[in-house]
């Protein structure tokens, strides 16, 4: 199976995540998204992005070895 990103490519990745969790340009905002206010709507899309690209890098690059081989029989 080819890769959709590489290990750097996620560590970039993270690194931005981690920039955009500070989100202090909410902060003095009062208003609603959604009947949410602003930060709480923007955390919540936050925490929804942070599962995909998490679910991506185990699907992606997690090693192959660690892996479980044994078959198991449900019959």
Same mark, same amino acid.
């Given at each position: 199976?080819?890769?959709? !990103?590489? %290990?750097?490519? !996620?560590?970039? #990745?993270? =690194? $931005?995540?981690? =920039?955009?969790?500070? +989100? !202090?340009?909410?902060?003095? +905002? ?5 009947g949410l206010p602003v930060g709480?709507?923007?955390? #919540?899309?936050?925490? #929804?992005?942070? %599962?995909? $690209? !998490?679910?991506?890098? $185990?699907?992606? =690059? ?7 081989t044994r078959q198991i029989d449900?019959?």
């Amino acid at each position: 199976m080819q890769r959709l !990103f590489s %290990t750097r490519t !996620f560590v970039l #990745i993270l =690194l $931005v995540l981690y =920039l955009l969790h500070q +989100d !202090f340009w909410f902060w003095r +905002d009062s208003s609603n998204v959604l009947g949410l206010p602003v930060g709480l709507t923007y955390h #919540i899309l936050y925490c #929804i992005v942070c %599962t995909i $690209v !998490f679910a991506l890098a $185990v699907r992606f =690059l997690w090693p192959r070895s660690a892996a479980p081989t044994r078959q198991i029989d449900h019959s």
